[in-house]
């Protein structure tokens, strides 16, 4: 039973990981490199295309900015982009609605001079709807800017829904008086070539721009879920240490009912080793039969969980209408590994004290 429930829970929990992981990831770029004020982007971004490794390049506008709709007015994060670069580092493509309620995605590549794209939970904030328009207020000479709402955008990450706008790249570099874009976004050619690129960017750079992974930009979140999945595992393994308990009382109470049988083997000649490895097996042998049963309960439960809606989740809470689950490999092996060790301990303490009876005690009064 300890087996089975630490498989499903840490299966959740990698799930839970990989949704959220993929959400972060559609909305960010897999590598930025910041652009300091004054440089010159347009060389910078010809060596980054010019580099082994690199698939596309996307560059982007990021400041904060205040939107004001009727009598809301909220903090938010501003992204001025170029939809058709965007879309080929990361998803956006996949998260943006120009038409509310509409299932199909974005159909046009480019947003309009003073359009904007407002978060799901931005836009419900502030009570506008599609076609109405907002005002931008920059934060340099607190101006006010008209914008009229284009689209949703929906990535399933309420930090992000409720805190992003999207405009023009052209469009934002105005409203924030910048002369070019304050960083590039980067996809490699691989997820595994990622920190490997990372590094060379640094390097062909010299140090000057700095160089970001989505993971660094996320380290505090990520370090969290981490912990959080470490800590489950932690908590759920004492369950399976109750169990080998009950298989160290099980191997004593057999050491006591079997006394008279160790005091004849060691009388014709059985070793104290010979002894000890017999209580050892018969330990390890529930321990087996216990891992690949709770194994079999496993991924049997998780079967169901993937296949069958057993429990809902509220999709306006957790924007997932089912538990995600993936169980990893790495996973059960971590599992069955230190069950076969707590097992393994838990038959040392029986098996030593079968193997230090005295044979003549053990027969004196048979």
């Given at each position: 039973?300890?087996?089975g429930?630490l498989?499903v ?12 992981k993929?959400?972060m990831?559609?909305?960010?770029s897999?590598?930025v ?6 440089a ?8 980054l ?22 009598n809301n007015?909220q ?8 939809i ?29 001079s ?17 076609g ?12 006010s800017?008209r ?6 955008f ?7 829904d ?15 008086a910048?002369?070019?874009p ?9 997820e ?5 690129l ?12 700095p ?6 930009l ?16 932690i ?9 080998c ?8 109470m057999?050491?006591?009912e ?55 989740l ?12 993936s169980?990893?490999?790495t ?15 838990a038959?040392?303490?029986p ?10 005690e053990?027969?004196?009064y048979?």
């Amino acid at each position: 039973m300890g087996v089975g429930a630490l498989i499903v829970v840490l299966g959740v929990m990698s799930g839970f990981d990989e949704e959220l992981k993929a959400k972060m990831l559609g909305a960010n770029s897999p590598i930025v490199v910041r652009i300091p004020p004054g440089a010159d982007s347009s060389q910078v971004i010809q060596k980054l295309k010019g580099m082994q490794g690199v698939s596309a390049v996307a560059p982007f506008v990021y400041g904060q900015a205040l939107i004001k709709a009727e009598n809301n007015v909220q903090g938010i994060i501003l992204r001025g982009i170029d939809i058709e670069q965007e879309a080929k580092v990361n998803r956006i493509k996949h998260y943006i609605d120009l038409i509310e309620g509409s299932p199909q995605l974005l159909s046009r590549a480019t947003l309009h001079s003073k359009e904007i794209i407002l978060g799901k939970e931005l836009k419900k904030n502030l009570g506008v709807d599609i076609g109405k328009e907002v005002l931008l207020i920059s934060p340099l000479d607190r101006k006010s800017h008209r914008f009229r709402v284009s689209g949703v955008f929906n990535c399933g990450m309420y930090d992000y829904d409720a805190n992003f706008a999207f405009i023009d790249l052209k469009q934002a570099q105005d409203f924030f008086a910048l002369l070019g874009p304050t960083g590039i976004g980067i996809k490699p050619g691989s997820e595994r070539d990622i920190w490997k690129l990372k590094k060379a960017i640094q390097k062909k750079m010299g140090g000057i721009f700095p160089v970001y992974t989505w993971m660094d930009l996320n380290k505090n979140f990520l370090s969290a879920l981490k912990l959080e999945k470490t800590v489950m595992f932690i908590i759920l393994t004492l369950i399976i240490i109750v169990a080998c308990f009950n298989i160290t009382s099980g191997l004593t109470m057999n050491v006591l009912e079997k006394t008279r049988d160790i005091g004849i083997l060691k009388a014709i000649g059985a070793t104290n080793l010979g002894i000890k490895t017999i209580f050892i097996y018969q330990g390890l042998i529930m321990g087996v039969l216990g891992g690949g049963l709770g194994l079999g309960l496993g991924l049997g439960l998780g079967y169901l969980l993937k296949n069958y809606q057993f429990i809902k989740l509220p999709p306006d809470v957790y924007y997932l209408n089912k538990i995600p689950l993936s169980i990893q490999k790495t996973d059960i092996w971590l599992i069955l590994l230190s069950t076969f060790l707590i097992t393994l301990l838990a038959t040392f303490y029986p098996a030593r004290q079968a193997a230090k009876l005295d044979p003549v005690e053990a027969l004196r009064y048979e």
